[in-house]
């Protein structure tokens, strides 16, 4: 049996095995594992570890330095190729190169050697000792073996063994010439060859799935001859009776197996199965499960056995490695090949992503595989090579972070040798070291288009302080973000000072100074920009690191010294031209200060808290030339208008050039405060107060400019061309009312109310800035409508005459349309020229004074001493026209604005004496009967009556039932009232005579009880105002009848007219008596005053005569 050491090499331990061949395999196998490193303790890494100083001197000269390059490492490394290639074991893979050829001309390339260099060193490699050629075995494990013994199970354990096929030949050839009879063995390793070439892995009880892990080195000669026998046997061990009975009696079944055995030798192991493998069809690596194949076919099935196998050299020559480990080769070659087949690259494709060539790839296998290096040598290899290209090529971060993956996974299964653990501690403290350069760096050597090349980096550094190599390397506490944070804070303060110098002017000019100390704040303020938007995406998804707080504070603290040092020296010196200078620097603090917003956290007050202070004295300056510079700006503006509307596209705008420069004039100043954001409240209030006040002052001489203009364009103009000016001058100076009402929101009103709320109260500040501005807006409002009143004169003046002219025309032939036809036409024109030249709310400001006059002047009209009804119903329908006018179906005047008070009394005055006398009279009769309905005093006394109308025979049947309180009137204090009773208008009804009742003597309360009827059409009395006239009057021999008193009753408010003939007939109506005022109604007097009327003259008559009789004053 063999122990197993730790790298899974086994030793014998049963007789069977030669002490001699094993000692020699370890001693073997000791030397392969010196040159890779001894196993000592390891010493602890820290961060302050000294790397080693490159072998050069700097004054050798460039080829002398190549050709001891070439003499000290590379023809090392391309012998040690040469010898790998020439003593190559094992069948190329899929992935490999087989021609030996290819890969001579790959390394003559890859490691630049002259043809008679290649041959001059091949023939120094044929002259050496070769190798000994070894088969490494190792013996994983077994699974569905036979089961040999009593139990059901066995006890395996594998011989190993390299035979080569004239040894077997001549060995079996031996066994039958000196034993003729003997019965062949199934054994083929025991009896082939000596037992001190046999190898024998530990016996696994009682299993059919045993697991061995035991590694062997078999050498051989010739791998064209020589096979690999691997033989699994059932170890058999003696037992007495007594247990051979107890497992008869235990197991029955076996007993066929116990007889079996008796037939056995004493103490003979049972065959499982085998592998034979020729060694010169295997790769240089295996690692396969092979079937155990049976001496019979009695158990054809005998499970498999996972095997791992492996060419390797042993006792190579001493003077092919110069005193190097084969891993220092390993190292050296894999770094000359990736340098190499990156430059073999296409151009254009610069990042490498760990792809080696076919034979690169062949090659390295070959050397790894020849010397045993286990894979964390070449995954060690690999890391220290490639981190070392980083530094000098662009690799992709993959690659490395593939070699760390692979490092932390080897180190939890194997241990490294003391001088590799000390150079991988020192190649990840090199890397980081090199890495937190880059990063001080960052801003020069990883554009903004390559950030992803930085956030690479960042991965990498993290993902080696993650590993436990690195933590147990390195047991010191390394923190890598406060090594970055270190490192972007002194990468800063180096870029600071690098551009400080840049920025250096030639001339100590104070004017250049500051113009140099602006453009360096400027490259500040994009550096945070940068930081803030970009950089910091980058350290914190990889390293969780705020750069942005780490940069700004820093940048912070530079600028707050270098503004302080540089406007120390110019505090009095500031004039116009330097606060010109100084307006841009400021501009560039406030920006970065206000980025101040984004910090994470913030301990200290910043340095640059305070930084307006030191530019106080430029503001009184910056207002100024902001003031000047626009006024200039205007006053050109009004020199060059034509006052002529502008048009944009196919939509006119009514205002000339000077009103839309006039807003782009003022927005600096808005931009200019809005840019200011002056940190003091206080004192922002008093700059506002200034810049409202200046931009006020600015819009007021506006007006005046433009005025004088349109004075000095005017004076060779005709009159069209005047008013067209004077048009454009009212629209622009109403656009500059719209420009003042958008400054509160353009200055921000608001925000600046918000933040000085409490400094300057609500009161004060109304009483400021609203109340500058509108004193400003009112002044403006003046001057619009002064020119608004001088273009309304003419008009006033033209409408009056038309109107006149229709009013003095006497004849009234001609139709009221044809008459006011000159005025309309007129207005037509000129309110129409206006609409197109002006805006809307000046022309809506035109028209209001114009209607206002228009009204007064027919008012004027009307009262003239003319009862012509013509001619009211001509100014009625004038008045008609000019409202229609003034509206314009809604675009004009408003309903509300133009039914003013004079607009609703002259309209009622003209629609009256327009009417003809019957339409006057019914017009009286209808007021009086809404006069009675309201009038609820019966100090005149009171009337009852029933009133009812037949459809069926046109019959209005009325009954006076008594009257009441009626006033005395005769000398006795009592009266002799009668009723009478008329149907009214009497144009309505001219052949209806009117009825009277009975006189009842001295009663001032009689009862009538007397019944009439009217025979009246329906429709007659349905007519406008028709009623009855009820008179009471007091009956006298010898004069006439005294009037007690009158009501009216509408026909349609007797049932059978305005309601239902359903209606109960016997409703009694009481109507109060009335009384007329004398000389009061407006109606008499038009009757009155049309006196070719005789109809209306006896109207009036009857009315004058009853108000004579009447008793109210």
Known sequence: ???????????????????????????????????????????????????????????????????RHKELELKPLYRELLYTI?????????????????????????LSMTQTEHEAMMRKIQSLEPPVYCLMVTVKEAKGILGKDVSGFSDPYCLLAIICTEDEASGDQSKRDGHPLCKPKKAMVKNAIPDEEIYQTHVKKQTLNPIWNETFILEFEDPATANLHMEMWDKDEEVSLG????EFRTNFQGFKRMIKDAKKMKGQDDFLGNVVLKLQDLHCTEDQWYILEPRTETYPERGKCHLQL??????????????????????GILQQFVQYDISQKKQGSVTWKGELSKEAQTLLDLHATQNDLSPFLQDMGKWVAYSKLYQKLELDHTVLLQQITSIEYQWALQDLPYPQKQELGDSFHAFLQYGLSLISKYRDVFPIAKAQRLHALLRVMVQICKTKAFQKLNPSNFDLQQ????????????????????????????????????????????????????????FSSAVQLDVFTVVYLEQDTLVAVEVGETLSSVEDKIDMQLAATLFPLYLSLKSIHKDKAFLQKRGKVLALTEFHVRFRDALPHWLNKAYNTTLERVQRAVQVDQLQPL?????????????????????????????????????AFMLMVKLTEDMCKIALTYCNLIQQRAKELSDTSDHSSKVNKLCVVVNNMEHLRTILNK???????????????????????????????????????????AALGTLGQQLRSDIEKHIMNMAARRRYSSSTEDAVVPLMRYMEKELHYMNENLVQENFNSLLNPLWTNSIKILDNVSKQQNSVMEFFQRVHYTLQCLEQCFHADGNGLSLETLHTEEYKALKAHLALNSLSSQQLIEKFLEQKVWEQKSYSSEKYGAITLIGFYKKSDQQLHIEVLNAVSLIPLDSNGSSDPFVQLSLEPRHRFPQVESRCTQIKKSDLNPLFEESFEFRVPVEQCHAAGSCLVLTVLDHDTLRSDDFEGEAFLSLRAIPGIGGSQEQAPNAQIRLPLMHPKRNEDNILKMLESRKGDREAQSFVKLRRQREKKSQEI
């Open 647 to 683: 048009i944009d596209g196919s939509v006119p705008i009514k205002h000339s050039s000077s009103a839309v420069d006039l807003a782009a004039c003022l927005h600096p100043i808005c931009q200019m405060w809005n840019e200011l954001s002056w940190p003091d409240p206080e004192e």
């Open 243 to 246: 247990q051979k009975l107890e």
């Open 743 to 785: 400054l509160p929101q353009q200055l921000n009103w608001d925000g600046l109310r918000e933040s000085i709320k409490h400094v300057i109260g609500e009161d004060q500040f109304h009483n400021t800035l609203p109340s500058q501005l509108q004193h400003s807006q009112n002044v403006l409002a003046r001057q619009i409508r």
């Open 1 to 67: 049996m063999m122990v197993p050491s730790h790298d899974g090499t086994g030793q014998p331990e049963d007789s069977q095995r030669n002490p001699e061949a094993s000692e020699r395999d370890h001693t073997a196998h000791r030397q392969i594992q010196q040159q890779q490193g001894s196993p000592v303790h390891v010493r602890k890494l820290g961060r302050t570890r000294k790397l080693k100083a490159p072998t050069y001197r700097e004054d050798e000269d460039p080829e002398e330095a190549h050709r």
């Open 86 to 110: 020439h003593y190559r074991l094992g069948k190329p893979g899929p992935n490999h190169i087989s021609d030996n050829a290819q890969l001579f001309q790959y390394i003559k390339e890859a």
């Open 310 to 331: 492996k060419f390797i050299h042993k006792e190579r020559d001493g003077v092919l490695s110069a005193g190097r480990t084969a891993y220092v080769n390993y190292c």
């Open 483 to 538: 090594e970055v944070i270190e490192s972007v804070q002194l990468g800063t303060r180096e870029w600071f000072n690098i551009k400080k110098g840049l920025h250096q002017p030639m001339m100590k000019d104070v004017t250049e100074i500051i113009t140099a100390l602006s453009s360096l704040v400027t490259e500040v303020k994009e550096d945070i920009r940068l930081s803030k938007d970009v950089w910091n995406k980058v």
